[in-house]
């Protein structure tokens, strides 16, 4: 049995409560981080932290626990859990109180909430074999850049995605593609160029995403920033996908269209072998 922590105490999951007047049950009003594991560090910490940081200020919610702190509660939860590959799940709301649509943040403390979950990241099917995408409309709400636990729209999203025969689903709106249920997505042009979209209100920063840019721009080859639109997807010699749990996971089609011959492509590939090591040697 694992071993989560709840506000303060590390107890076995069975025994880990949360009051059912938490704003993140019954409003949404939480925040979370995944961040991954291998060989028992954590993968791109100090950029969790930071964007975790990011989604409470956009939302007035307070954090009362240091840096250090959680820091320190990863690493605890790793080791009492043996976590060798997996990933470290935090979430953070408002605080309980009696159900009312205002609040005054002040006046609550804020639930803290994290747990492990073992799982290999690096030989996986996706990463071998790749990932069929469906596209779907993106019917979130207006503010995709906070990281709140709202997975209502994502979650039906990858049902959807399982219907249909996929693994996943990339949301368009305007004709664009916004992102990945749950990742950022990319594409390989005919030319050899990289591209995802620009960041706005309208997708996740993801920390994968940023690592992934700023390991390319320093090997040489930039990628580009520019909305790209489903049918360009299509039509693209490569795709993937970029998120702390899957890292860079190969694209092979898109609404039954093949991508690079239905499989992993050389560029994809090669990003994500140097995303991970790269990310190895910053692992905390
Ligand atoms: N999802 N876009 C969305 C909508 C996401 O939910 C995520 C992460 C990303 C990628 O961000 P990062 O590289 O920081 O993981 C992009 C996490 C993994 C999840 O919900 O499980």
Request: charged share 25%; hydrophobic share 40%.
């Amino acid at each position: 049995m694992r071993t989560v922590y709840v506000n303060g105490n590390y107890v076995p999951e069975d025994e880990a409560k949360v009051s059912v007047f938490d704003r993140g049950f019954l409003f949404a009003d939480g925040i979370y981080e995944v961040a991954s594991v291998l060989g028992g560090k954590l993968i791109d910490f100090p950029a969790h932290i930071a964007r975790l940081h990011r989604s409470a200020g956009e939302l007035g919610m307070r954090i009362d626990v240091t840096d250090e702190d959680l820091l320190a509660i990863h690493r605890e939860l790793v080791s009492r859990n043996n976590v060798e590959e997996g990933v470290v799940y935090l979430q953070m709301t408002r605080g309980a109180i009696d159900r009312d649509f205002l609040f005054d943040t002040d006046k609550l403390t804020p639930t803290l909430v994290l747990f492990t979950q073992s799982r290999p990241l690096i030989d996986t099917a996706v990463a071998k074999n790749g990932m069929k995408i469906v596209s779907i409309p993106d019917l979130r709400w207006g503010r995709c850049d906070i990281k709140t636990v709202q997975l209502l729209y994502p979650s039906l999203g990858k049902m959807e995605a399982k219907a249909r025969g996929a693994d996943d689903a990339w949301m368009v709106r305007d004709g664009v593609v916004t992102e990945g249920t749950s990742n950022n997505a990319f594409i390989v042009t005919k030319n050899g160029a990289i591209v995802t979209r620009p960041l706005s209100h309208a997708i996740l920063p993801g920390i994968t995403r940023a690592a992934l840019m700023a390991y390319s721009e320093a090997n040489g080859t930039s990628i580009e920033e520019r909305e790209f639109t489903i049918e360009e997807a299509k039509d693209a010699a490569e795709a993937f996908i970029s998120s702390a749990s899957v890292f860079v996971g190969p694209v092979i089609s898109i609404d039954g269209v093949e991508l690079s011959g239905g499989k992993p492509g050389p560029v994809t590939l090669g990003l994500r072998k140097t995303y991970i090591e790269e990310s190895l040697k910053r692992a905390l």
